[in-house]
T-cell receptor, first 114, second 113 residues
Framework: GDSVTQMEGPVTLSEEAFLTINCTYT??????LFWYVQYPGEGLQLLLK?????DKGSNKGFEATYRKETTSFHLEKGSVQVSDSAVYFCALSPLTSGYSTLTFGKGTMLLVSP | DAGVTQSPTHLIKTRGQQVTLRCSPK?????VSWYQQALGQGPQFIFQYYEEEERQRGNFPDRFSGHQFPNYSSELNVNALLLGDSALYLC????????????FGQGTRLTVV
């Protein structure tokens, strides 16, 4: 079945450092890929998405590129802020099922210190 | 524009009891999905409702059931609660059953004691 694997956290960085959170997936067909963010005590917010190979999703300084050849969708940000501290989830939604449901990774906690 | 709203925010139940969680989708959305997020884990898909019918179901026992109303709001019911049902239950809505983008509510934190 479909699955998503993320790097384990926590990832601890200083403010203005470069961020990479690795995400790889297994799926039949060509799913849409997403990054969601969850702040403490809150639900999930969509951060960015990509729907086909080589697409780059971007939002709030975060970027991720859909790499079909490596089945990856790594999240990057050039300069993190303390306010970026949260849990980040990589997810996929298969296109072939006819119905859109999400399969999530286990999440990666990011801690940014001043 | 109100987003996805869930009630209650927190709930404590005893083993063996039954619980009902509620969700109102974002305005303009007709599809509702429910997810269970155990502590330290990613959300797991429970089921999806569209046109008042269950359209997809994840790997959850029949103790988990749901309903969708004509106004697109939805309920999640869990019978015979187990300690392992303690989790954050998230509702997500989308404007179409085939839409790839889902909007999540704040969740209901269920604790079973």
């Amino acid at each position: 079945g479909d699955s998503v694997t993320q790097m384990e956290g926590p990832v601890t960085l200083s403010e203005e450092a470069f961020l990479t959170i690795n995400c790889t997936y297994t799926a039949t067909g060509y799913p849409s890929l997403f990054w969601y963010v969850q702040y403490p005590g809150e639900g999930l917010q969509l951060l960015l998405k990509a729907t086909k190979a080589d697409d780059k999703g971007s939002n709030k300084g975060f970027e991720a590129t859909y790499r079909k050849e490596t089945t990856s969708f790594h999240l990057e940000k050039g300069s993190v802020q303390v306010s970026d501290s949260a849990v980040y989830f990589c997810a996929l939604s298969p296109l072939t099922s006819g119905y859109s449901t999400l399969t999530f990774g286990k999440g990666t906690m990011l801690l940014v210190s001043p | 524009d109100a987003g996805v709203t869930q009630s209650p925010t927190h709930l404590i139940k005893t083993r063996g009891q039954q619980v009902t969680l509620r969700c109102s989708p974002k305005s303009g959305h007709d599809t509702v999905s429910w997810y269970q997020q155990a502590l330290g884990q990613g959300p797991q898909f429970i089921f999806q409702y569209y046109e008042e019918e269950e359209r997809q179901r994840g790997n959850f026992p029949d103790r988990f059931s749901g309903h969708q109303f004509p106004n697109y709001s939805s309920e999640l019911n869990v019978n015979a609660l187990l300690l392992g049902d303690s989790a954050l239950y998230l509702c997500a809505s989308s404007f179409s059953v085939r839409a790839t983008e889902a909007f999540f509510g704040q969740g209901t934190r269920l604790t079973v004691v």
